[in-house]
């Protein structure tokens, strides 16, 4: 197993606003899969993503990510492992406003030490063209491509994306999935998608649906649909 969750569980709160939202996780993901993770508002989703990608800690229970034991990382090797072989992609892109398509690309190539060449990338994403637009002269969907371009030109193991077509639109969204999907072909990367968009878990290799904090069902597709032939 490429990710390994052992009993993983995160409170928030002190004393009498102590909440328990995770209450003991345990699954498994190989390399280069897409897995998908469902659930209802609430149920643990973003926070599961974020313990995963060293943003937020946790209290009881083990990550594994490639043999390594988060537990056993101290802050600055954290800081490093999120650094080298973590990708982010956000709902709301969080691009750098007054920096290019391209130095927004790049700001995530300086962050890894193994980059990949730029202006391939820039044609994979197709962003060729607009290369030198800054963000406020993108649609969304360029927004999201430049996003994920960022987070993927390190060549992360991991690339986790957070709702990443929860502000587009039908047809955009289905591109920006189908940009998922090349990329895990192309690089070979394992990609966790948070979603509220049930479709999404048929073009996933693995689905775990999670409810109030546990996992109410996992498995794994035998057969994958393409994102384009996705509807919903
Ligand atoms: N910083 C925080 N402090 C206190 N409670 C929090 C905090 N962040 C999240 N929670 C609570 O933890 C629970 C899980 O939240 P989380 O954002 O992980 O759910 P989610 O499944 O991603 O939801 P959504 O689909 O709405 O984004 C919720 O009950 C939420 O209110």
Redesign the pocket.
């Known amino acids: 197993m490429f990710l390994q969750i052992n009993n993983l569980e995160k409170f928030?709160?002190e004393k009498d606003n102590r909440?328990q939202?995770l209450k003991g996780l345990s699954t498994g993901i190989e390399k280069g899969e897409i897995c998908v993770l469902l659930?209802?508002?609430?149920?643990?989703?973003?926070?599961?993503l974020n313990i995963i990608g060293g943003i937020e800690s946790y209290d009881k229970g083990e990550i594994i990510i490639n043999g390594a034991a988060m537990s056993a990382m101290n802050e600055k090797q954290t800081t490093l492992y999120r650094r080298e072989h973590l990708g982010y992609v956000f709902q709301f892109y969080n691009l750098i406003p007054n920096l290019t398509v391209k130095e927004n690309i790049e700001v995530g190539a300086y962050l890894g030490s193994n980059p990949l060449d730029v202006d391939d990338l820039l044609h994979t994403l197709g962003l060729w063209e607009h290369k030198d637009k800054i963000p406020s002269q993108l649609s969304g969907g360029q927004q999201q491509r430049t996003s994920i371009g960022r987070a993927i030109v390190k060549n992360p193991d991991l690339l986790l994306c957070d709702e990443p077509t929860g502000a587009l639109d039908y047809n955009t969204s289905k591109d920006i999935l189908k940009l998922i999907e090349d990329v895990n072909r192309k690089y070979g990367n394992t990609i966790i998608i948070?979603t509220?968009n049930d479709a999404i878990k048929l073009m996933a290799d693995r689905v775990i649906k999670?409810r109030d904090?546990m996992i109410r069902k996992e498995y794994t597709n035998e057969t994958k649909t393409p994102a384009m032939e996705l509807d919903w």
């Open positions: 928030y709160g909440v939202v659930g209802p508002s609430g149920s643990g989703k973003s926070t599961l948070v509220h999670l904090g």
